[in-house]
């Protein structure tokens, strides 16, 4: 039985990768692989367009991996202070969360971060400091510090 070379143009479970080449029987890549538009005959042509195509994302790759390590740094000592309502100087009414930490993110160094980016290891629900990280993609995490205190109720 003779197999044909196709390129995959999306991620096809047990079989590859968007941008490898495999073999598959004729059958497989014509009733399904191209007709649920997952892969394209590879030919010499659409092989130079993907090493083209695979060299680009690799420059992108790079180039948003540095911008990470960037932004890593201006986030390195980053030390945030948050105020909150306490019911007895020590446990927070509710809890700081990660809207909370981003507001506060964006107000002291007007970097804006999405909610996916920041991990909390731990509810924040007490006074104190903790440490949650943050993935700026491409292996790229960096811890800061976050210091919840007691708001103290405005004095009239």
Same mark, same amino acid.
């Given at each position: 039985?003779?197999?044909?070379? +196709? ?12 941008? /490898?080449? +495999?073999? +598959? $029987?004729?059958?497989?890549? #014509? ?8 892969? %394209?005959? $590879? ?5 130079? #367009?993907?090493?083209?195509? @695979?060299? =680009?994302?690799? %420059?992108?790759?790079? @180039? ?7 932004? $890593? ?27 909370? &930490?981003?507001? %506060?993110?964006?107000?002291? #160094?007007?970097?804006?971060?999405? #909610?996916? /980016? !920041? ?7 007490? +006074?104190?400091?903790? =440490?949650?990280? !943050? ?10 510090? !976050?210091? &919840? /205190?007691? @708001?103290?109720?405005?004095? @009239?």
């Amino acid at each position: 039985m003779a197999h044909i070379e +196709v390129m995959l143009m999306d991620n096809v479970k047990k079989l590859g990768k968007s941008g /490898q080449i +495999v073999k +598959v $029987a004729p059958g497989y890549a #014509r009733n399904y692989l191209f007709t649920h538009g997952l892969a %394209a005959v $590879a030919t010499e042509a659409a092989k130079r #367009r993907l090493k083209k195509l @695979e060299a =680009e994302r690799a %420059a992108r790759a790079a @180039e948003e991996k540095k911008a990470a390590l960037e932004l $890593a740094k201006k986030l390195e000592k980053l030390e945030i202070t948050v105020s909150a309502h306490t019911t007895d100087g020590k446990k927070l009414y509710g809890s700081v969360g990660v809207g909370d &930490i981003l507001a %506060a993110i964006e107000a002291n #160094r007007g970097i804006k971060l999405e #909610r996916s /980016q !920041i991990s909390l290891s731990e509810s924040l629900r007490e +006074v104190g400091v903790y =440490e949650p990280s !943050i993935d700026l993609g491409h292996g790229v995490n960096v811890k800061f510090k !976050i210091i &919840i /205190q007691d @708001e103290a109720p405005a004095v @009239e």
